[in-house]
C-alpha cells in the first residue's frame, strides 16, 4: 500500500526538523516523511557518526578537541538526501554501512560532545539546507532549537526507554547484548545530553510519542503534525503499491 499527497507549499520553503533519542524511530520515519511529501532528507547523526569513523581509522585521539575539530573541518564528506538512497562517502570512501558498526556508536558521542566540531557539522547542516531551497526534512538532536530554529515545522519523535530498547535490539538483528544496546541507546543519549536537549520539546515544539505506534502510524501521526504546521490538510489517497 502506498500513499501519495499533493504538494505542500509549492514554491515556498518547507523544513521539516524532527528531533529524538536514540531508538525512537526518527531516522527511518523521517525518511519515509520525506518521501512521501517529496522532500530531501539529511540524516544529521550520520555527519556525527562519519566524522567519528575518520578519527578512528586515522587514530585520531578522540579525547583530544582540537583534533577532532581539526578532522571535522577538514573532512570531505558526501552524503546523498535522496530518501530513497542512502550513501555515505569520507575522502571518497563508501563508509555508509561502516559508521553503523558497534564500535562508531560506541564512541560517536566523543564527536558530538567537541563543541567546535559541533559548530562546522551544524555550518554543513545549514548549508546542505540552503542548497536545497529549504524544502527538506532533518533530523537529530538539536535540529529544532539551534539547526533549524525557524522551521516551518519543528517535532519532537519520542517513545518509552522499553520501546526504544525493542526496537534498536530488532533493528540490529538482535546481534547485541542488552549491556551493548544500552550503550548504543541509554548512555549515549546520557553523554549527548550534557551539550543539548533533546528529550523534552521546546516552545512551539509539537510532540510525537510513538511508544504504543507501528511505523505506519507513526509516519501519519507525523504528517498530521505537519498539515497543522503549515496549515494544510489535503486529501490523502490511498493506491496500491
Same mark, same amino acid.
Given at each position: 500500500?502506498?500513499? !501519495?499527497?499533493? =504538494?505542500?507549499?509549492? @514554491?515556498?520553503p518547507?523544513?521539516? /526538523? #524532527?528531533?529524538? $533519542?536514540s531508538? *525512537?524511530?526518527?531516522?527511518?520515519?523521517?525518511?519515509?516523511?520525506?518521501?512521501?511529501l517529496?522532500?530531501?532528507?539529511?540524516?544529521?547523526?550520520?555527519?556525527?557518526r562519519?566524522v567519528t569513523?575518520?578519527?578512528?581509522?586515522?587514530?585520531?585521539?578522540?579525547?583530544?578537541?582540537?583534533?577532532?575539530?581539526?578532522?571535522?573541518?577538514?573532512?570531505?564528506?558526501?552524503?546523498?538526501?535522496?530518501?530513497? !538512497?542512502?550513501? =555515505?562517502?569520507?575522502? @571518497?570512501?563508501?563508509?555508509?554501512? /561502516? #559508521?553503523?558498526? $558497534?564500535?562508531? *556508536?560506541?564512541?560517536?558521542?566523543?564527536?558530538?560532545?567537541?563543541?567546535?566540531?559541533?559548530?562546522?557539522?551544524?555550518?554543513?547542516?545549514?548549508?546542505?539546507?540552503s542548497?536545497?531551497?529549504?524544502?527538506i526534512?532533518?533530523?537529530?538532536?538539536d535540529?529544532?532549537?539551534?539547526?533549524?530554529?525557524?522551521?516551518e515545522v519543528r517535532?519532537?519523535?519520542?517513545?518509552?526507554?522499553?520501546?526504544?530498547?525493542?526496537?534498536?535490539?530488532?533493528?540490529l @538483528?538482535?546481534?547485541?547484548?542488552?549491556?551493548?544496546?544500552?550503550?548504543?541507546?541509554?548512555?549515549?543519549?546520557?553523554?549527548?545530553?550534557?551539550?543539548?536537549?533533546?528529550?523534552?520539546?521546546?516552545?512551539?515544539?509539537?510532540?510525537?510519542?510513538?511508544?504504543?505506534?507501528?511505523?505506519?502510524?507513526?509516519?501519519?501521526?507525523?504528517?498530521?503534525?505537519?498539515?497543522?504546521?503549515?496549515h494544510?490538510?489535503?486529501?490523502?489517497?490511498?493506491?496500491?503499491?
Open positions: 500500500m502506498s500513499t !501519495h499527497f499533493p =504538494v505542500l507549499r509549492p @514554491g515556498k518547507l523544513v521539516v /526538523a #524532527i528531533d529524538g $533519542p531508538g *525512537s524511530g526518527k531516522s527511518s520515519v523521517s525518511r519515509e516523511v520525506a518521501r512521501r517529496g522532500l530531501a532528507y539529511l540524516d544529521t547523526g550520520a555527519m556525527y562519519a569513523w575518520h578519527c578512528v581509522n586515522g587514530r585520531i585521539n578522540l579525547r583530544d578537541a582540537v583534533y577532532v575539530e581539526g578532522a571535522a573541518r577538514s573532512i570531505h564528506l558526501e552524503q546523498s538526501v535522496d530518501p530513497d !538512497h542512502e550513501e =555515505v562517502r569520507v575522502n @571518497g570512501i563508501n563508509v555508509t554501512a /561502516a #559508521i553503523r558498526e $558497534p564500535v562508531i *556508536s560506541e564512541r560517536v558521542s566523543a564527536v558530538a560532545t567537541t563543541m567546535g566540531a559541533r559548530a562546522e557539522l551544524i555550518r554543513r547542516q545549514r548549508a546542505v539546507i542548497e536545497h531551497r529549504h524544502r526534512v532533518v533530523e537529530g538532536r535540529i529544532t532549537t539551534v539547526v533549524a530554529p525557524d522551521a517535532l519532537l519523535l519520542t517513545a518509552s526507554e522499553e520501546a526504544r530498547l525493542r526496537r534498536r535490539g530488532l533493528q @538483528g538482535g546481534t547485541q547484548t542488552k549491556e551493548q544496546l544500552a550503550t548504543q541507546v541509554l548512555a549515549r543519549d546520557a553523554k549527548d545530553a550534557t551539550v543539548v536537549n533533546f528529550q523534552q520539546a521546546a516552545d512551539g515544539v509539537f510532540t510525537v510519542d510513538s511508544s504504543e505506534l507501528d511505523f505506519e502510524a507513526t509516519v501519519r501521526a507525523v504528517l498530521e503534525v505537519v498539515y497543522t504546521a503549515v494544510e490538510h489535503p486529501a490523502v489517497e490511498a493506491a496500491d503499491a
